[in-house]
């Protein structure tokens, strides 16, 4: 009866570490996505600096790079940078906006003062729409193209060219779905 307890607790523990090693083992940028090429959850929101109402479905017929961040998020900082440029660069072939994630709007407008605001920059005040689009963590990017369909998503900070890759790739058509 003694040596029950011992194996029971050796056999839960090595369950645990195998699920454990499996679920945080992975790399998020390999674990597949399961809204590409379906419709974008559709979104109406607040602009943070103008009150704007900003909406998805206003949005028909253009593309749109949608960035989630927060200003806490070291990375999100050394992120913006490129999303300024690419506003400024790529803002012809397709709409930037920023979501601001679990963030107070006083710090938010502090991070842009300091960094640059060339793109609308929306609240998300329960983080609902990160919730439709599966963020978990920031910064995280979504590319939607001018029919609403999501064509990908970068997590993690962009670089220049992978973003610039990302917006041409949205005024391509559509691959069809395979039969």
Request: include cysteine.
């Amino acid at each position: 009866m003694r040596w029950k307890l011992p194996v029971g607790l050796a056999v839960v523990s090595v369950a645990l570490l195998v699920v454990l090693w499996k679920g945080f083992g992975r790399d998020p940028h390999e674990v597949p996505f399961m809204m590409q090429g379906k419709p974008a959850p559709a979104f109406t929101l607040k602009a943070l600096n103008t009150g704007e109402t900003v909406s998805l479905a206003a949005l028909k017929g253009q593309p749109v790079v949608l960035n989630f961040w927060a200003s806490w998020c070291g990375p999100c900082e050394g992120e913006h940078p490129v999303l300024e440029w690419g506003a400024r660069k790529l803002g012809q072939d397709a709409r930037f906006l920023g979501v601001i994630f679990e963030d107070t709007d006083d710090n938010a407008r502090a991070f842009l003062r300091r960094h640059g605001e060339s793109f609308t920059q929306l609240v998300d005040p329960r983080s609902q729409m990160a919730v439709d689009y599966g963020v978990a963590g920031v910064p995280e990017t979504y590319f939607i193209d001018a029919d609403g369909i999501i064509r990908g998503k970068h997590v993690g900070p962009i670089d220049p060219d992978t973003l610039e890759a990302a917006v041409r790739a949205l005024r391509e058509p559509a691959a069809a779905p395979a039969r």
